[in-house]
Structure formats: C-alpha cells, structure tokens
C-alpha cells in the first residue's frame, strides 16, 4: 500500500515558524491535489491548504497570509510552511493526496497518520 509521511512537527514558540513536509512511498505519476488538514484536541478536523494538479493554491481564511503550500513532482513531496504561529494553530497536522495515480496502482484518498505541532511559550 501506498504510505504518506509527515515530518517536521514539533514546540514552537508564538510568532515562530515551522516547515511540515509529506512524502510519498512510491512515485506519484498523477495527482488531482494535495491537501494539508489539522485537527485540534475536541475539534473536528478541518482543511487548511491546498495544492491542484497545476499548481494553483487554496488556503482556509485562518491561514491565508501565514501559510504556504508547494510541492515537489519529482521528490513525490508536498511541504507547508508556516510563519507568524499562533497558539490556536496547535494541532496535528495531516497530508492528503487525492486521485493519486502510483507506481502501485490509482488511490482515490491516502492520509498520513500526522504529525503534532504545538505552539506554546
């Protein structure tokens, strides 16, 4: 089966900066977009950045401005940085790949199993 990986969580003070990376096991041929979502403790998860098959971006308005999404075709990686953290940005943090065509076959949704980034002094 096809993994995503995240990497790059962790403690970081208010107003710092975090760069989340996900990388696929296997060669991504095709991908209709890449998503980033984060879900609080108690809170239902919720989308934050998007990235489509051409390269247009989407960002949820409580990050619009502070967040960046870009990828990389050939290291099968899509990144987030994120600059002017906040505490309400803690969270952990998942990558989404959607109508994915692999090297193992098509996936239609892959989820990473998160990563925690937590913003506190």
């Known amino acids: 089966q096809v993994q995503l990986a995240e990497s790059g969580g962790g403690l970081v003070q208010p107003g710092g900066s975090l760069r989340l990376s996900c990388s696929a096991s296997v060669s991504m041929f095709s991908i209709n977009a890449w998503n980033w979502y984060r879900q609080a403790p108690g809170k239902e998860r919720e989308w934050v950045a998007a990235?489509?098959?051409?390269?247009?971006?989407n960002y949820a308005d409580s990050v619009k401005g502070r967040f960046t999404i870009s990828r990389s075709n050939a290291k099968n990686t899509v990144y987030l940085q994120m600059n002017s953290l906040k505490p309400e940005d803690t969270a952990v943090y998942y990558c989404?790949?959607?109508?994915?065509?692999?090297?193992?076959?098509?996936?239609?949704?892959?989820w990473g199993q998160g990563t925690l980034v937590t913003v506190s002094s």
């Open positions: 989404n790949a959607v109508g994915a065509i692999t090297a193992a076959g098509f996936y239609p949704d892959i």
């Open positions: 990235i489509t098959e051409h390269g247009s971006t």
